[in-house]
């Protein structure tokens, strides 16, 4: 690890105004992608802003319609929410599945989603509830959030403070895990609103997608034999050492019945 | 930088280079060798201490981000509770041959012993899940179980007993 200032601010526009003024300034979650990528040299940045002392970026509340989390929410906090176990119980199971008891810990919210691993558990969740990322400068619809491999729509120096997640019907969510890491082989979420349902798949291709064949089948009868014969195209799915695409394709249709199926529960 | 923290129970101040990993620090500067690096790719587990309370990877954190906070290693464990200064945790694991080389022994006991202040009681299921993000490389998983479900119970036992 090269040597880098730290700098750990008190305020979201002290941490902006660091993060636009000095060169080179990296923003410092949970660490527990950034640290790692630190150790191997992938990036030295010159500057680190650590997150942790924003009370702002804590805490979770719900107004009835929807739930919001502050971004510094360690996984482990969300997985043992009242609040989210109450209201969107999916959501609470989704965190729980993260990696180990260590990382979930350390891990946050704001860390998963800014970072966009195409394999991570948070952007189905972000993508399938259509949940709003709430950042140091704007509102930012999920639909239009997450841009490509590990790219969002996140300018430099934006922060993620928090993200609204719209409290559905009902919703599940399965995934296929990597046996060493745990992350999504194949993860789906799919949630059911009175207007509709939407599927969101991550660890199938280069960044989280949405299913419209199913979501339309789905908002017609919502039971997991409705999209059984729906299959995806392997072309763009991801082919490496774990699965090759069409068998991550196939396990899209496998992991959305169980999605519904844990949805009516 | 300047940190200051609780280190086992004793406040501690360090000057150390922000871009420190916390498992470097215990091990080169405080000579508190018996936190474990297996990997150092966050995976194994042997460098896992308690940060205020929960179990987390020293070799994925950052030393500033010890300032005011608790930090509890293995050598810390075995003079909180326990008989003849083990920890009843690591009582168990002697006791249930829950270790063959030993390495991956530090992390084990930090994450069972948070595991089991959760848990009083975890079944198989739950201490397999919990143990996770620990790996043994002797592959001597069935043992580590059987410990950690006999040192959450003992665990329980003494604390009830006090
Ligand atoms: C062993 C292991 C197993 C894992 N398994 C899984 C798994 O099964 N599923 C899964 O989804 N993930 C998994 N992860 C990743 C984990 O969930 C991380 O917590 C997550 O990817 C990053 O969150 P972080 O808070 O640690 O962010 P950091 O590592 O601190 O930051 C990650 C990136 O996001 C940026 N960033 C951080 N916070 C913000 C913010 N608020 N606003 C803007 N940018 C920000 C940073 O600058 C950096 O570029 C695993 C990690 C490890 C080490």
Redesign the pocket.
Known sequence: MRAFAYHQPNEISEAVKLLTSVEDC???????????TLKQRLAAPAAVVD?AKLPA?KGISDDGVTVTIG??TP?AVVAASPIVQARIPALAHLAS????PA?RN???L???V??N?P????PAAVLGLGATIITSAREIAADRFFVGLFETA?EPG????AIRFPVPVAAGYAKF?APA????LVGVFVARFADGVRVAVTGAGAGVFRVAAMEQALSQSFEPTSIASIKIDAAGLTSDIHAEADYRAHLVTVMAKRAVTAASR | MQISFTLNGRPTTVDVAPATLVSDLLREQLSLTGTHVGCDT??CGACVVHLDGAPVKSC?LLAPSLDGATLLTIEGLGATAGSNGLHPMQEAFREHHGLQCGFCTPGMVMTATALAAANPAPTEAEVRRGLE?NICRCTGYQNIVIAVMAGAAAMHATSAGE
Do not use: C, F
């Not at chain 1, 599945?97 to 180990?100: N, V």
């Not at chain 1, 394999?119 to 948070?122: F, G, N, Q």
């Open positions: 990296k923003v410092l979650g949970g660490g527990m992608t950034l640290i790692p997150l970026l971004a510094m996984h599945e993260i990696g180990d990382v350390r891990g946050t704001g860390g998963s800014a970072n691993d394999a991570a558990d948070y996140l934006e922060i993620i403070t895990k890491s745990r992350y999504a | 966050s995976q994925t993000g």
